[in-house]
């Protein structure tokens, strides 16, 4: 079935450091990938998405690109700041099925 | 790592009936849960934060008369959706972090809802 395999964290990371944070899928057609962060205390918040091959979401500084040739959908920053610090988790959707989640990455990003 | 159970997994109701969906940590205390709500081909949406002896905070938007949220323990809480009508009709899942800890949440299997 639809599944999502995320780099496992903890991940700890300087201020102005670059972030990558990995992100492969098995899907039997072309699912629509998510990348979602929470913050401490906080609810799961759409932080971009990306609905077809080639595609790249980004927002607040994080970018990821729709990879179908080797199923990826890494994200990325160029320089985090502490305010970064959060869970992040790579999801799909493929038709209307459920949506998968990864497990998460925990990144804490230090001053 | 922890495990949240989600129950039902699946479940197809009439209209007019109420439903009620159980999220349990099976091995931490969880003082918040949360409770989200995909629409079809879309992503989740944030329902409601449940508090632990406290009533939930429901997001803009979601009636909370017809969300109920009960969290009557630290390994528990449910949804109920009463009188339910199609379009309700979604998939609804519930994650969970442990208390006084600043690990990463947890989420239940989901369960998809279908009223007919």
């Known amino acids: 079935g639809d599944s999502v395999t995320q780099m496992e964290g903890p991940v700890t990371l300087s201020e102005e450091a670059f972030l990558t944070i990995n992100c492969t899928y098995t899907a039997t057609g072309y699912p629509s990938l998510f990348w979602y962060v929470q913050y401490p205390g906080e609810g799961l918040q759409l932080l971009l998405k990306?609905?077809?091959?080639?595609d790249k979401g980004s927002n607040k500084g994080f970018e990821a690109t729709y990879r179908k040739e080797t199923t990826s959908f890494h994200l990325e920053k160029g320089s985090v700041q502490v305010s970064d610090s959060a869970v992040y988790f790579c999801a799909l959707v493929y038709n209307n099925n459920d949506m998968r989640f990864g497990a998460g990455t925990r990144l804490t990003v230090k001053p | 790592g922890a495990v949240v159970s989600q129950h039902p997994s699946r479940v197809i109701c009439k209209s007019g009936t109420s439903v009620k969906i159980e999220c349990r940590s099976l091995d931490f205390q969880a003082t918040t849960m949360f409770w989200y709500r995909q629409f079809p081909k879309k992503s989740l949406m944030l329902m409601a934060t449940s508090n632990e002896g406290s009533k939930a905070t429901y997001e803009q938007g979601v009636e909370k008369d017809k969300f109920l949220i009960n969290h009557a323990s630290l390994t528990l809480s449910t949804l109920t959706v009463t009188s339910a009508h199609p379009e309700d009709s979604s998939f609804y899942i519930c994650?969970?972090?442990?208390?006084?800890?600043?690990?990463?949440?947890?989420f239940g299997q989901g369960t998809r809802l279908t009223v007919v």
């Open positions: 994650s969970a972090t442990p208390s006084f800890t600043n690990t990463e949440a947890f």
């Open positions: 990306a609905t077809k091959a080639d």
